[in-house]
């Protein structure tokens, strides 16, 4: 074997290399590096490379709003709306072409035909009334498993469904964020303040205690001071989605992770996990919205564990591959061992006063077979299946093309236009994505209608 034939990592001279390193890096060098890639990014944007930020839904056909939307005949539809000139009448590219409809246009016929057609067909997603909205979190500790493109496909489809949504994102990489076009420029402007304000309630009970007790109070800082004003309204965003809002991420987000633990460390006896709960709660939210969506990040950390508190409804994508399989189980694992600590440090005082004990409790749990493989994983998938029973729900979502394929601008397969694509692979990515909605409403529509009947039990 001559030297030329050598692997590259052979013969390297360390003079060489030393002599091509640079000088050690301190804390200032990132800031030179993101000095540089600022400058880089704005060049970019100034050729028109980065998106304008603006994001537009596509409109929607006559056909597929027959077909996905309000279940009747195109015929019918055609007649209603002749019939009813206040009605949209939609737009169309050329004279007597295909008829296309806003979105918004969209819910405004659904509400229509809920009114004044047929009562046995459903236009009108079942919901309870008087009842809050289900909270719905999409979290594995396990990166890239599908969370974001799950959970923000689970909006779309609700929304087309004609359902009112809301999506929060804690993940400070703010995938979801940018979905939905989000702006957002510090942290607060994402559930950051929502978390400060529950602490500094707790502060100030806390403090009245100590006044009550003669002991000094802990002065609330300015961070706590502001957040007290805040809202969980004025942190909520429009989308291009008419009835999909946001309260968005940003990567100053991440800063919760260190404060979270400073707080609780101070104040004992904050239970940080309801901070997310309880404030929606407080504000409202559960009232103006029917689901909210909290996408979260893979780990396990103090605003995951917030938004699976908050949560009725859990799912846990997983790839059917044995390396995602077995960190799932052990993601399980980690669920329990904090929900049990925090549950044991709670009941040990609530024993100890006499007071009712607490525990967790969630509507459903399901794992989601993601980015399934027919050809590859039907063995894995089914194996999985046999070992979780239930808890996996049945729908494998197929990998399709129609999600990495979609260009830049679309991110999701609700907003491509289906004429960029060959029907059939629009149609089976379609279907795939429709099928874990099914899977997901029939647990949403499950959990309020068990609600539905104890409320309606407790007022006998
Ligand atoms: N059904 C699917 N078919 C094809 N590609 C998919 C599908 N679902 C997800 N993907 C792709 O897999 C990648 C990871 O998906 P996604 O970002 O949803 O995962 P995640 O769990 O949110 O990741 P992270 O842990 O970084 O937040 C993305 O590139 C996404 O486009
Ligand atoms: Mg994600």
Redesign the pocket.
């Known amino acids: 074997m001559s030297s030329t034939d050598l692997p590259p990592y052979f013969r390297i001279n360390p003079d060489q290399a030393l002599a091509d390193l640079d000088d050690p890096v301190t804390t200032t060098g990132f800031a030179s590096i993101a000095g540089a890639a600022r400058a880089g990014r704005d060049d970019l944007a100034g050729r028109g490379l980065a998106e304008d930020g603006q994001r537009h839904l596509r409109l929607f056909s006559t056909w597929e709003i027959t077909r996905y939307l309000i279940p009747v005949a195109q015929a019918h539809f055609r007649r209603v709306l002749k019939q009813n000139p206040d009605l949209p009448q939609g737009q169309s590219e050329t004279t007597g072409g295909a008829k296309w409809f806003t979105l918004d246009e969209v819910l405004r016929l659904r509400a229509f035909f809920g009114r004044e057609g047929s009562k046995a067909k459903e236009y009108v997603p079942y919901r309870p009334k008087g009842l809050p909205a289900k909270m719905v979190a999409v979290a ?1 500790f396990k ?8 959970a923000a496909h689970l909006a779309m489809s609700a929304a087309l469904d004609g359902y009112r949504v809301l999506v929060i994102d804690l ?1 400070s ?1 703010a ?1 979801m964020t940018s979905v939905f076009g989000g702006r957002v420029d510090d942290e607060w402007q994402t559930v950051f303040p929502l978390l400060a304000r529950h602490y500094a309630k707790h502060l100030q009970l806390d403090n009245q205690r100590r006044l009550d007790r003669g002991d000094a109070p802990q002065p609330l800082d300015d961070t706590l001071t502001e957040a007290l004003g805040i809202t969980a309204q004025s942190l909520v965003q429009k989308t291009h989605w008419p009835n999909i809002d946001l309260i968005g991420a940003q990567l100053n987000l991440y800063w919760a992770e260190f404060q979270v633990p400073v707080w609780r460390m101070q104040g004992r006896g904050w239970k940080l996990w309801d901070a997310l709960t309880d404030t929606l709660d407080a504000d409202g939210i559960l009232d103006d919205y029917d689901v909210i969506f909290i996408d979260t ?2 780990a396990l950390g103090y605003l995951t564990i917030n938004g699976l508190a908050a949560a009725d409804i859990l799912l846990v ?1 997983v790839g059917a591959s044995f390396l995602e399989f077995d960190s799932t189980g052990r993601f399980f694992d980690m669920l329990h061992t904090t929900f049990q600590s925090i549950e044991e440090g709670e009941n040990l005082a609530a024993r100890a006063l006499g007071r009712e004990e607490m525990a967790f409790q969630w509507d459903a749990v399901r794992a989601v077979v ?2 399934f493989d027919g050809s590859q994983q039907t063995e894995m998938a089914g194996l999985m299946q046999a070992y979780l029973g239930k808890t996996l729900s049945p729908h494998r ?4 093309a129609l ?2 394929q979609a260009g830049e601008q679309v991110q999701g397969i609700y907003e491509a236009d289906y004429r960029d694509f060959n029907r059939e692979t629009y149609a089976r990515g379609r279907e795939t994505f429709d099928a874990t909605y099914a899977a997901f409403k029939s647990l949403l529509l499950g959990a309020w209608r068990r609600d539905e009947l104890a409320q309606a039990k407790a007022a006998e």
């Open positions: 594995n990166g890239g498993v599908g969370k974001t493109s799950t993940d990489q995938s990040p893979p994508p993601t980015r979502q197929d990998f399709t999600i990495g």
